[in-house]
């Protein structure tokens, strides 16, 4: 009963490092989407994908980049590292983009940008 | 474009009184409405959704929403708080006409003290 599992659980990278944030999901679900939390401005959504091979943007999508290759994984790329990018980031998935679907989480990645 | 106002950013509370979280949203169509709850150092978990019919809604640990379509508003209620409700909660609406993306309010932070 894995759900959504996000690697990994920690990071801190020096400004101008890369790095790649791992989603996985095992429910067999088209939409999948990447979410940051900062304090008092809730979750805003990064990018989404509503099925293999099809990635959009979200809210704020700028100094990220996603794939989607298979249905399980959504991986989120960060190029070039900056501190603004210090955040709690959310993977979620739901089963389609239609009617009455809710987004199950993962655990969540703290990234510190110094 | 969607936006969901919450109305207090913390609340505090003692054992036993009771809470209302307000949230309203801006969109006038059908839209699919959300309250998730985040305990210290964890991921979002599902509280309650509604999707159509009864507009009272229930949900896990007591809670209960009720979702007032002229006032664009869905807010939370619990009629008798405990100490383990310490938590940050968050409303979400979701629309067919954008997606299904899931758009959250920035959060209110509860402390119940014992």
């Known amino acids: 009963n894995a759900g959504v599992t996000q690697t990994p659980k920690f990071q801190v990278l020096k400004t101008g490092q890369s790095m790649t944030l791992q989603c996985a999901q095992d429910?067999?679900?088209?939409?999948m989407s990447w979410y940051r939390q900062d304090p008092g401005m809730g979750l805003r959504l990064i990018h989404y994908?509503?099925?293999?091979?099809?990635?959009d943007q979200g809210e704020v999508p700028n100094g990220y980049n996603v794939s989607r290759s298979t249905t399980e994984d959504f991986p989120l790329r960060l190029l070039s590292a900056a501190p603004s990018q210090t955040s709690v980031y959310f993977c979620?998935?739901?089963?389609?983009?239609?009617?009455?679907?809710?987004?199950?989480f993962g655990q969540g990645t703290r990234l510190t940008v110094v | 474009a969607q936006s969901v106002s919450q109305h207090n950013h913390h609340v505090i509370l003692s054992e036993a009184a009771s809470l209302e979280l307000g949230c309203n949203y801006s969109?006038?169509?059908?839209?699919?409405l959300f309250w998730y709850v985040q305990y210290p150092g964890q991921h979002l978990q599902l509280l309650l959704k509604?999707?159509?019919?009864?507009?009272l809604v229930k949900g896990i640990k007591g809670f209960e929403a009720e979702f007032i379509k002229s006032k664009f508003s869905f807010n939370l209620r619990k009629p008798s708080v405990q100490w383990s409700d310490t938590a940050e909660y968050f409303c979400?609406?979701?629309?067919?006409?954008?997606?299904?993306?899931?758009?959250f309010g920035a959060g209110t932070i509860l402390r119940v003290k014992s």
């Open positions: 979620a998935s739901s089963p389609t983009t239609g009617k009455n679907t809710e987004a199950f």
């Open positions: 429910m067999n679900h088209e939409y």
């Open positions: 994908s509503v099925g293999a091979g099809i990635t």
């Open positions: 969109y006038g169509g059908t839209v699919n």
């Open positions: 509604y999707f159509s019919g009864d507009p």
């Open positions: 979400a609406v979701s629309a067919m006409e954008y997606g299904n993306k899931l758009v």
